[in-house]
């Protein structure tokens, strides 16, 4: 895949083959996040939709290895009859907490699943821009921000987006980091693009200097 077949992809399996492939535990684990809350309206228990917090604490490592076996367990043990809608979005949620390869691919593919067909064109478009959301633009190359363009406001702002998962807040992030210096076109485009934006993103990411693998 090329940086544009990348950049204009509205298939993320596609896109998702390619990133697997180069070993993003931390960012796969993130989308497959993503793709859980998706589905969190098919789940009655408030303890399988929980265990979507401690899934993006786990991809983390702010989950202790108790809490996560919990929760996988819980989410298992609800997704054991697949042939139920619920059951099935309870599997996908445990993808989030699971272990091995191609967890963001399995979790899409689980996400596709319980779309509706006529809706799938609209979910295509929205795992692409997820995808473009978590890996950034140019998923192969190396990303950097200088440290002179971190401030004390756009700290606050980005780690008050990452908590609370309310990214309403990207344009004034793009605005503070002119203030600060920042040229980059493709940072301040993709915090001006309307989303969806989920945790894991690759701007907050640097911003918060959190693992970018």
Not at 5 to 14: A, F, G, N, V, Y
Not at 72 to 85: I, P
Not at 138 to 151: A, E, K, N, Q, Y
Request: charged share 25%; hydrophobic share 45%.
């Amino acid at each position: 895949m090329t940086d544009q077949e990348w950049r204009d992809s509205s298939d993320p399996t596609t896109m998702l083959r390619y990133v697997t492939e180069r070993a993003w535990s931390r960012k796969e684990r993130l989308f497959a996040c993503a793709c859980g809350w998706q589905v969190v309206s098919h789940l009655t228990d408030p303890v399988v939709q929980s265990a979507l917090y401690v899934a993006e604490r786990f991809a983390d490592n702010l989950a202790d290895t108790d809490e996560v076996v919990c929760a996988f367990d819980l989410a298992h043990e609800a997704a054991d009859d697949t042939e139920e809608l619920p059951a099935r979005a309870a599997a996908v949620v445990s993808l989030a907490l699971g272990e091995g390869s191609n967890l963001a691919l399995e979790a899409w593919e689980g996400l596709i699943d319980l779309t509706a067909v006529k809706s799938r064109p609209a979910r295509r478009a929205w795992g692409a821009q997820v995808a473009r959301c978590v890996w950034g633009p140019l998923p192969l190359r190396s990303v950097s921000l200088d440290d002179s363009l971190i401030t004390a406001k756009g700290l606050l702002l980005s780690r008050g987006m990452y908590e609370s998962r309310d990214f309403a807040a990207m344009a004034l992030l793009a605005d503070v980091l002119v203030e600060a210096g920042c040229a980059d076109g493709q940072l301040l485009a993709h915090c001006h693009t309307p989303g969806p934006h989920v945790r894991g993103c690759w701007v907050l990411d640097l911003i918060l200097g959190l693992e970018w693998h």
